[in-house]
């Protein structure tokens, strides 16, 4: 069975750090591509970052560059999001996401999601 | 940025076909995907590619992507269809994934 769970969130300060990690199983994990997706609370999806499947290609909106890193470690069956200088705007369950294999970048698996809450 | 525009909310009878449309400028020329959201759940791919189905996925849900408007038809629809749904492309372009905005589905 394909799983995709996510950990790490939490509450942080505004201008803090957290690293999301989303940890795969059930299938060939080095294949896929992945992205982060986030959803604000009553708002809709927004995609913050995609990754290639070696790694060395990542992604972002525009909203996050600068202050998000994706990673990916193949041998721990693994993709991560670094968030540096967080903000309000930032508050969301994030979701990590599998690409389907066909290259057109839809998803289709996601893990169940990882809140995070900034405040001082 | 590619905007991808939907209709808010929609709302259909048991038993009737729900068509959720998607907006964008030459859309044809994408692949589009299309997610069932319900409340407090992952989002689900319901549609992929315009108009292929993920194995799991009933027959009901079908696809149509041309010009400047993607379609996401449910027919004979269920009072479970009742979700969110949003329709997604990656735009090669700017090298980024775009959603649109969601539609509400109510089932009356």
Known sequence: EVQLEESGGGLVQPGGSLRLSCVASGFTFSYYEYSWVRQAQGKGLEWVSYISSSGFTAHYADSVRGRFTMSRDNAKNSVYLQMDNLGADDMAIYYCARHTESGSLGSDFWGRGTPVTVAP | ?108
């Not at chain 2, 929609?10 to 076909?17: C, E, I, L």
């Not at chain 2, 989002?43 to 379609?71: C, H, K, M, Q």
Request: aromatic letters at 10%.
């Open chain 2, 1 to 108: 940025s590619y905007v991808l525009t939907q209709p808010p909310s929609m709302s259909v009878a048991p038993g009737q076909t729900a068509s959720i449309a998607c907006g964008g400028s030459n859309i044809g020329g994408y692949a589009v995907h299309w997610y069932q959201q319900k409340p407090g759940q992952a989002p689900v791919l319901v549609v992929y590619e315009d108009n292929a189905r993920p194995s799991g996925i009933p027959e009901r849900f079908s696809g149509s992507n041309f010009g400047n408007t993607a379609t996401l038809t449910i027919n004979r629809v269920e009072a479970g269809d009742e979700a969110d749904y949003y329709c997604q492309v990656w735009n090669s372009g700017s090298s980024q994934a775009v959603f649109g905005g969601g539609t509400k589905l109510t089932v009356l």
